[in-house]
Nanobody
Framework: QVQLVESGGGLVQAGGSLRLSCAASGRTFSAYAMGWFRQAPGKEREFVAAISRSGGNTNYADSVKGRFAISRDNAKNAVYLQMNSLKPEDTAVYYC?????????????????WGRGTQVTVSV
């Protein structure tokens, strides 16, 4: 079992920045690839970014490339999502997820564990 807790969400103006954190507990964190997903009201949960077990490989949705950066600290059992140049369309609940494979993994159905999410709201 892996428990994931997201934090760092909030309200920010367009063009601003936020840094999301996801703290993991339970099984060995470095055994999991990690991902961030988001879900806006009335929409399906969508892939945002993913990182491999070691942190050496990453993958991003086209909509966030160049603006968001995923990173992890295996010593701290944490994964982060730095979000810059935020847009109103980035408004969503952001979830972190763990996949017991090398990664980085894009498909949401391939993830084994999920956090409860943190709300990000970007105002115009």
């Amino acid at each position: 079992q892996v428990q994931l807790v997201e934090s760092g969400g909030g309200l920010v103006q367009a063009g601003g920045s936020l840094r999301l954190s996801c703290a993991a507990s339970g099984r060995t964190f470095s055994a999991y690839a990690m991902g961030w997903f988001r879900q806006a009201p009335g929409k399906e949960r969508e892939f945002v970014a993913a990182i491999s077990r070691s942190g050496g490989n990453t993958n991003y949705a086209d909509s966030v490339k160049g603006r968001f950066a995923i990173s992890r600290d295996n010593a701290k059992n944490a994964v982060y999502l730095q979000m810059n140049s935020l847009k109103p369309e980035d408004t969503a609940v952001y979830y972190c997820a763990a996949d017991f494979r090398q990664g980085p993994t894009i498909g949401r159905y391939e993830y084994d564990y999920w956090g409860r999410g943190t709300q990000v709201t970007v105002s115009v």
